[in-house]
């Protein structure tokens, strides 16, 4: 079977060159020339079949720039080709291509085609290079169709031998070719000699149109405690009301000092309409509030319950709950799973 592929590159290392000020990215016209099974000149001319769509998002970036404006402009691309192709490959830098994952996960509702994000530890120049096969697993996950392959409805990374969903996904190593990892769900996908797909954790669309909510809000920040912690300078923001929401990376399952400062924070907070979203700062796991006297401040109803949500997908979600929705109906939905984001628990 036939398959259409939308290729979106936006910069990053997969496409990068040795420049005098370090490395920067080149454009699509000199990448397609290391990328010979797209050109289809390999023995096995598995991407014959496929229709590709080539699209750059210019000016292409080392991805410490992304913002939510290029965010938008990624999912206005995505939506404007959404009827005409089966399946979307972003080409990202690695830095913060999940936190572009989570914000367009959240941005899109109904998703009932793959959106695979993609990059490179080693640019498609090097000898060495990891992003011929990161790119070729996400063509075959996008290209489902022409492979016979369950289609996977949703914003998903693929990289080295993984697919992972999108906002489960960190950064975990700067060098690895495994460059993320989900510490909290299961990998969507493993693509070795055999691909094989986790049917049990993909949602199944419920043929709903497809609506995206593009916007982020700006006024929030991300809080690290840690011991000594002086919370005035936080305090002031939100006395002043310069910040409307909080992630705020606890200790372990959600703890903080016992320390009037923090108590009269969310105190103030709730005044204020400063939405904390509570995390934890463990690579792995959950926060539990209640389980310790520790996480007593939490019980407030200002306070959002962010289970075991990554570290990206807890701030793009925030901005963009924030961005999108009236602040009554805020914490609820920070609170559960809208994409995935959050394990269930009993
Ligand atoms: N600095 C690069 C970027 O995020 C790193 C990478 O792509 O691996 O664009």
Redo the contacts with the bound molecule.
């Keep these: 079977m036939k398959s259409k592929v939308f290729i979106l590159y936006t910069?990053?290392?997969?496409g990068?060159k040795e420049s005098e000020n370090g490395?920067e990215?080149s454009t699509w016209k000199e990448i397609i020339e290391y990328l010979p099974a797209i050109k289809n000149q390999t023995y096995f001319n598995h991407f014959s079949s496929i229709n590709f769509t080539f699209d750059t998002l210019e000016p292409v970036?080392?991805?410490?720039?992304m913002n939510p404006a290029i965010w938008k402009r990624i999912a206005d691309c995505i939506s404007d080709n959404y009827n005409s192709h089966d399946g979307f490959i972003v080409i990202?830098?690695?830095?913060?291509?999940s936190y572009t994952a989570s914000a367009l996960s959240f941005m899109f509702e109904n998703l009932s085609k793959p959106i695979v994000l993609t990059?490179?530890?080693l640019p498609i120049f090097h000898p060495r290079t990891d992003g011929i096969i990161n790119l070729s697993n996400a063509i075959y996950i996008a290209g489902y169709k022409r492979f016979e392959l369950t289609c996977i409805p949703e914003v998903c990374i693929c990289f080295n031998d993984d697919l992972l969903r999108g906002n489960r996904a960190i950064k975990s190593s700067?060098n690895d070719f495994e460059?993320f990892s989900s510490p909290n769900f299961e990998n969507l996908a493993s693509l070795e000699q055999r691909i094989q797909i986790s049917e049990n954790v993909l949602p199944i669309p419920e043929g709903k149109e497809l609506k995206i909510y593009p916007t982020f809000s700006q006024k929030v920040v991300n809080v690290t405690v840690f011991p000594g912690y002086n919370v005035a300078a936080l305090q002031d923001l939100v006395d002043n009301k310069k910040i409307e929401g909080i992630v705020l990376k606890t200790f372990g399952s959600g703890n903080l000092p016992k320390d009037d400062s923090w108590k009269q924070l969310v105190q103030t907070c709730e005044k204020n309409e400063v939405i904390i979203l509570a995390t934890t700062q463990s690579a792995n796991g959950r926060i539990e509030i209640g389980q310790y006297a520790a996480s007593n401040f939490l019980k407030n109803p200002i306070v959002a319950n962010g289970k075991d949500i990554t570290s990206p997908a807890a701030l793009t979600k925030l901005m963009w709950v924030i961005g999108n929705f009236e602040f009554k109906d805020r914490i609820k939905m920070l609170s559960k799973s809208l994409r995935g984001e959050i394990s269930l628990y009993n």
């Design positions: 910069g990053g290392t997969f990068m490395l990215p970036v080392d991805s410490s720039n990202h830098g690695t830095d913060t291509l990059g490179a530890q700067t460059g």
